[in-house]
Each structure stands twice: as structure tokens, then as C-alpha cells.
């Protein structure tokens, strides 16, 4: 059992909890320059910021030796790397395609109760997918559901039979989920007393729960270490209502540490009020989500915009940017948050093009969207859609396609022909047209 120091660090949002988080590793780094320090931090997102103020600070060295930065998944991967036993990893798509062909059999062979009707719908696989991450997240085995499940419902039972089908797959090909891999990497770091005592520092920061698995894993991790700083985020005074999911978080971190044995300490940062921040802001920074609250006027610090659709929205926001802009504002001081990247990712990058403004996107756009692989993915169903005319002359238009001899005029000739001869789609169709005009 380790004696080590483990430090909860509880602060509000934007009280100086990543820059506490960030003190302790430039100061174990300036200590120890060649001892290993593992970041843990929720996405890439975080870990770009996180380096780039390390970069930053005038006291710091420029050049960090051993500083590692993982999300909780590279995480898995890097520890089953340590206990000498990579796997090899299912990636989304494939393993949606093994869902799929698990529910076809399972309907086939008739062991579906209920669900046997929509067993081969994409929407299905999905959702089934998204259920058997969350048990896997809260280290719900396979066999244990199904002794729940037989006990259960009709759709218990199906849910089980499907969730235990699946595992029988992964272990049959020696496959591994993402979450499964966070499975092993647990069991390896509990049997594995000497898995993470190399660790001068361990810092996670910028989460605000952990799964169970997760949880386990950083309570173990904080064990070996021997230094730990886990931050997690506050509402003072609100603790029961938007508060809520924080303190269950807190709680959550000091039980798997008590039942680890592991000491720790808790250390508070209260938030000091921000004198940059206008009054407008800092009211609905303390009031939001809470009821009774009285209305008070935003002092022009809160604009609504309005917009039928994403695509408008969008231009609506980064019009409103370049007035800054031409203003005089920074770029570095506007940063611009959405909900939803899937619906406005593509509108923001579109309207950034149109206006020109120098916007760094976190999220490229998805390769299904590139022009290039779109008119790709075209011209390979070309044959599954039985030559459609105008697929057709789309394909051959295509400026991503250049075929030898077939220049424009011809492609306007076999249009040409193409609506003469009637041709509506069909291999032979285009044939006989040809056949004809010559």
C-alpha cells in the first residue's frame, strides 16, 4: 500500500484548478527532469491547451522530458503495452458489422424474443451497441447479466442472450472493444502490483465523472504513483441541484479510495470573482439552472441570435465575428462553443470560407464529406444502381476522374444520345443506345 501523497482538488469551473494541476507537474518536472509524469486528461482538446500553457509560462523550460498525455483509452492501450499483452482492437464500424450479423443469426436461429422483428436494422445494432458500452463501463459481466436477465423481462433476455453472443465473438477471433480493453488493462494493473511505480507524478484533470471501470483504474493507478492530483469541479452552495452529478463524482473517487486503503487529502479552491468578467455575466454564471433566480438586464453582455437553421445560424455568428474582428478584437479571444459539432462543424466551416476569417476548427470535417471521396463512393455504386443516366454523366463530368479519350465534347455526345434514345439507366440500354447513334 502506498504512502504517497493523493490530492483530490476541488474547485468551482475557472477557479485555477488546471493551473494548480499544471503548477505541480512543471514542478515535479523541474525536480526530476528524466522521472516519468502520465497526464490524464478527457480528449485532444485538452491536451492541446494544456500543452500549449506549459509552452507558455516564462518560468518553464521549453523542452519536457517523460511527460505522457493520455485520454482514459490510450491509457488502456499504453498499460496492456506494459504488461506485455497488446490486443487488437475492434474499431467502430467493424465491430457495428458484428453486431449486425449477431442479431441476423440470432433471429434466424429464433432465440429473439422480442426484438426479432427490427434485429437487422442499422438503428438497432446501434442502439445495442451504445448498451453494451455502458455495461462494460460499469464492469457488468456478460454471464452476470444473463443470470439477472432470466429472471427479468422478455427484452432482459434478448438484450442478455445478444450482449453474451457478442463477447463469445470477440473471444472466439481474440478481439477486443474499446471498452473491453479498459477490462484488461484493469485486471492487468490489479494483478500487476508493479504496473505505474515508475510514475513520479499522475495529474487527471478536466473530468467531471468517471465510470466505475474508470474510476477503479485511477484509484489504482494512485496507489502506485508517487504523486497524484485528481481534479474535480464544484458548486458551492448548490450541491443539491445543478451540483448534483459533482458531488456524486467526489464521492464516487473517495470510496474506490477508501476501499483501496489508499490515503489521500482534499485540498478546496474557492473562486475568486473575476473583475474582468462584467456584472451581467457573473449573475448568470451564479444563477443559471436555479429557480427563483430574478431577471436582470445583460448590460450588453448577452446577445440572442436567432436562425431557422444551422446553416443561417452560422452565418449569422461569424458575421458578428468579423465586426469584432474589424474592431479590433483579437482572433485569439474569441473562441466559439457548440453542442452539437455534427450539425454545426460543416455550417462553421462553410461560413468561415465565405467570410474569410481565420477559424482554427478542434474537429476536421469527416472524410465522407471530402468531395473527392464523395464522387468516389458514386462512381463504386454506379453498377449496384444499374448506370442511372445522369449518375452516369455525373461520374464522367467528375473533375476528380480524368479517363483517356473521353474528353467533354464526347461526354456531351453520349448525352446527347442518352436522351434521344431514351435511356434511363441499365448496362444494356447504353449499349444499344450507343450501337444506334453509331
Given at each position: 500500500?502506498?504512502?504517497?501523497?493523493?490530492?483530490?482538488?476541488?474547485?468551482?469551473?475557472?477557479?485555477?484548478?488546471?493551473?494548480?494541476?499544471?503548477?505541480?507537474?512543471?514542478?515535479?518536472?523541474?525536480?526530476?527532469?528524466?522521472?516519468?509524469?502520465?497526464?490524464?486528461?478527457?480528449?485532444?482538446?485538452?491536451?492541446?491547451?494544456?500543452?500549449?500553457?506549459?509552452?507558455?509560462?516564462?518560468?518553464?523550460?521549453?523542452?519536457?522530458?517523460?511527460?505522457?498525455?493520455?485520454?482514459?483509452?490510450?491509457?488502456?492501450?499504453?498499460?496492456?503495452?506494459?504488461?506485455?499483452?497488446?490486443?487488437?482492437?475492434?474499431?467502430?464500424?467493424?465491430?457495428?458489422?458484428?453486431?449486425?450479423?449477431?442479431?441476423?443469426?440470432?433471429?434466424?436461429?429464433?432465440?429473439?424474443?422480442?426484438?426479432?422483428?427490427?434485429?437487422?436494422?442499422?438503428?438497432?445494432?446501434?442502439?445495442?451497441?451504445?448498451?453494451?458500452?455502458?455495461?462494460?463501463?460499469?464492469?457488468?459481466?456478460?454471464?452476470?447479466?444473463?443470470?439477472?436477465?432470466?429472471?427479468?423481462?422478455?427484452?432482459?433476455?434478448?438484450?442478455?442472450?445478444?450482449?453474451?453472443?457478442?463477447?463469445?465473438?470477440?473471444?472466439?477471433?481474440?478481439?477486443?472493444?474499446?471498452?473491453?480493453?479498459?477490462?484488461?488493462?484493469?485486471?492487468?494493473?490489479?494483478?500487476?502490483?508493479?504496473?505505474?511505480?515508475?510514475?513520479?507524478?499522475?495529474?487527471?484533470?478536466?473530468?467531471?465523472?468517471?465510470?466505475?471501470?474508470?474510476?477503479?483504474?485511477?484509484?489504482?493507478?494512485?496507489?502506485?504513483?508517487?504523486?497524484?492530483?485528481?481534479?474535480?469541479?464544484?458548486?458551492?452552495?448548490?450541491?443539491?441541484?445543478?451540483?448534483r452529478r459533482f458531488v456524486e463524482a467526489v464521492n464516487q473517487m473517495r470510496g474506490v479510495l477508501d476501499d483501496l486503503r489508499q490515503p489521500y487529502s482534499i485540498k478546496h479552491i474557492e473562486a475568486s470573482p473575476n473583475q474582468e468578467r462584467s456584472a451581467g455575466l457573473r449573475y448568470l454564471a451564479q444563477h443559471s439552472f436555479g429557480a427563483g433566480a430574478a431577471p436582470q438586464p445583460s448590460e450588453g453582455c448577452l446577445t440572442l441570435l436567432e436562425a431557422p437553421d444551422p446553416t443561417q445560424e452560422a452565418g449569422a455568428l461569424l458575421r458578428r465575428v468579423k465586426r469584432l474582428l474589424l474592431t479590433g478584437a483579437a482572433p485569439d479571444d474569441i473562441v466559439i462553443a457548440v453542442r452539437d459539432w455534427e450539425r454545426y462543424g460543416a455550417a462553421l466551416a462553410t461560413a468561415a470560407r465565405q467570410y474569410r476569417l481565420p477559424i482554427a476548427l478542434h474537429y476536421g470535417?469527416?472524410?465522407?464529406?471530402?468531395?473527392?471521396?464523395?464522387?468516389?463512393?458514386?462512381?463504386?455504386?454506379?453498377?449496384?444502381?444499374?448506370?442511372?443516366?445522369?449518375?452516369?454523366?455525373?461520374?464522367?463530368?467528375?473533375?476528380?476522374?480524368?479517363?483517356?479519350?473521353?474528353?467533354?465534347?464526347?461526354?456531351?455526345?453520349?448525352?446527347?444520345?442518352?436522351?434521344?434514345?431514351?435511356?434511363?439507366?441499365?448496362?444494356?440500354?447504353?449499349?444499344?443506345?450507343?450501337?444506334?447513334?453509331?
Amino acid at each position: 500500500m502506498s504512502t504517497l501523497s493523493t490530492e483530490l482538488l476541488l474547485a468551482p469551473v475557472g477557479a485555477g484548478k488546471t493551473a494548480y494541476a499544471l503548477e505541480r507537474l512543471v514542478e515535479a518536472v523541474e525536480q526530476q527532469p528524466f522521472a516519468p509524469v502520465w497526464v490524464l486528461l478527457p480528449g485532444t482538446r485538452q491536451e492541446d491547451a494544456l500543452r500549449q500553457r506549459m509552452v507558455e509560462r516564462p518560468d518553464s523550460r521549453r523542452v519536457h522530458f517523460n511527460v505522457s498525455f493520455f485520454s482514459f483509452y490510450t491509457l488502456y492501450f499504453h498499460l496492456l503495452d506494459l504488461a506485455k499483452n497488446p490486443q487488437r482492437e475492434l474499431d467502430d464500424t467493424a465491430r457495428i458489422r458484428l453486431l449486425r450479423v449477431i442479431l441476423k443469426d440470432l433471429k434466424r436461429s429464433h432465440q429473439l424474443e422480442v426484438y426479432g422483428s427490427i434485429a437487422e436494422t442499422l438503428g438497432f445494432a446501434q442502439i445495442v451497441s451504445d448498451l453494451i458500452y455502458e455495461l462494460k463501463q460499469n464492469i457488468v459481466n456478460p454471464d452476470d447479466f444473463l443470470k439477472v436477465a432470466r429472471n427479468g423481462s422478455a427484452k432482459d433476455r434478448d438484450l442478455a442472450r445478444i450482449y453474451n453472443a457478442y463477447q463469445d465473438s470477440l473471444r472466439q477471433h481474440d478481439l477486443v472493444d474499446r471498452e473491453g480493453e479498459g477490462w484488461l488493462a484493469l485486471q492487468e494493473v490489479t494483478d500487476d502490483p508493479s504496473i505505474g511505480t515508475h510514475v513520479a507524478l499522475l495529474v487527471a484533470d478536466g473530468f467531471d465523472h468517471f465510470n466505475p471501470l474508470q474510476a477503479r483504474l485511477l484509484g489504482l493507478l494512485a496507489m502506485r504513483a508517487r504523486q497524484t492530483v485528481i481534479t474535480l469541479p464544484t458548486i458551492p452552495g448548490r450541491e443539491s441541484t445543478v451540483g448534483r452529478r459533482f458531488v456524486e463524482a467526489v464521492n464516487q473517487m473517495r470510496g474506490v479510495l477508501d476501499d483501496l486503503r489508499q490515503p489521500y487529502s482534499i485540498k478546496h479552491i474557492e473562486a475568486s470573482p473575476n473583475q474582468e468578467r462584467s456584472a451581467g455575466l457573473r449573475y448568470l454564471a451564479q444563477h443559471s439552472f436555479g429557480a427563483g433566480a430574478a431577471p436582470q438586464p445583460s448590460e450588453g453582455c448577452l446577445t440572442l441570435l436567432e436562425a431557422p437553421d444551422p446553416t443561417q445560424e452560422a452565418g449569422a455568428l461569424l458575421r458578428r465575428v468579423k465586426r469584432l474582428l474589424l474592431t479590433g478584437a483579437a482572433p485569439d479571444d474569441i473562441v466559439i462553443a457548440v453542442r452539437d459539432w455534427e450539425r454545426y462543424g460543416a455550417a462553421l466551416a462553410t461560413a468561415a470560407r465565405q467570410y474569410r476569417l481565420p477559424i482554427a476548427l478542434h474537429y476536421g470535417e469527416k472524410l465522407a464529406n471530402n468531395p473527392a471521396i464523395i464522387a468516389l463512393l458514386n462512381l463504386l455504386e454506379l453498377s449496384s444502381k444499374d448506370f442511372r443516366r445522369r449518375d452516369v454523366l455525373d461520374a464522367l463530368r467528375s473533375p476528380y476522374f480524368v479517363i483517356d479519350g473521353l474528353t467533354g465534347e464526347w461526354v456531351s455526345k453520349l448525352e446527347h444520345v442518352s436522351q434521344s434514345q431514351l435511356v434511363i439507366s441499365g448496362r444494356a440500354s447504353w449499349l444499344e443506345a450507343v450501337e444506334v447513334a453509331a
